[in-house]
T-cell receptor
Framework: EAQVTQNPRYLITVTGKKLTVTCSQN?????MSWYRQDPGLGLRQIYY???????DKGDVPEGYKVSRKEKRNFPLILESPSPNQTSLYFC??????????????FGPGTRLTVL | AQKITQTQPGMFVQEKEAVTLDCTYD???????LFWYKQPSSGEMIFLIY??????QNATEGRYSLNFQKARKSANLVISASQLGDSAMYFC?????????????FGAGTQVVVTP
């Protein structure tokens, strides 16, 4: 089954404790992206990757890191989480970056709470 | 500036009735894609339907259809024969080809509640 998976689905952590949210897709997609969803602010892009070893900042990259060492995986790293990073996080992937027709398929989401 | 506008924060619809969710967009890019996603209370984002800026015909996917009016820059979603399982938040999104680096830009969403 074609899908985007994320782990963990739910996470409660404390300020400053490094964490990684994993994302994996099995569709051989080149483009992957992370979004966060907050009430009243909608979905905003954090980082994106056009292919292996090619990543760039989205609209709200502060406090996050990413890496793309393999095509299928695109982990989101919070080196020192803070309460304002409490949010619902989505990983998404699409065949490529350039086409307007490339549908982005989303993972199930990760609910992160930083105390 | 807001690129995607969904003016209906929420709406009730009776089971088996049709419902139209409004979406207007703003872009100067001649090539773009418009998408609708459904987010049930469980939280996942489910792709529903896509319309390309050069598509001559309105997109349809089962009970979903997209009323695309390019000159008005509107892309309304029509759900026919509503079901209780259609209760969810619905998001309109746009992907421009130039300058957006593949980013999907989302509207604020419309909460739909289907009543028996």
């Amino acid at each position: 089954e074609a899908q985007v998976t994320q782990n963990p689905r739910y996470l409660i952590t404390v300020t400053g404790k490094k964490l990684t949210v994993t994302c994996s897709q099995n569709m051989n997609h080149e483009y992957m992206s992370w979004y966060r969803q907050d009430p009243g602010l909608g979905l905003r892009q954090i980082y994106y990757s056009m292919n292996v070893e090619v990543t760039d900042k989205g609209d709200v990259p502060e406090g996050y890191k990413v890496s793309r060492k393999e095509k299928r995986n695109f982990p989101l790293i919070l080196e020192s989480p803070s309460p304002n990073q409490t949010s619902l996080y989505f990983c998404a992937s699409s065949l490529s970056m350039g086409g307007s027709a490339d549908t982005q398929y989303f993972g199930p989401g990760t609910r992160l709470t930083v105390l | 500036a807001q690129k995607i506008t969904q003016t209906q924060p929420g709406m009730f619809v009776q089971e088996k009735e049709a419902v139209t969710l409004d979406c207007t967009y703003d872009t100067s890019d001649p090539s773009y894609g418009l998408f609708w996603y459904k987010q049930p209370s469980s939280g996942e984002m489910i792709f529903l339907i896509y319309q390309g800026s050069y598509d001559q015909q309105n997109a349809t996917e089962g009970r979903y259809s997209l009323n695309f009016q390019k000159a008005r820059k509107s892309a309304n979603l029509v759900i026919s024969a509503s079901q209780l399982g259609d209760s969810a938040m619905y998001f309109c999104a746009m992907r421009e080809v130039v300058g957006s680096w593949g980013k999907l830009q989302f509207g604020a969403g419309t909460q739909v509640v289907v009543t028996p």
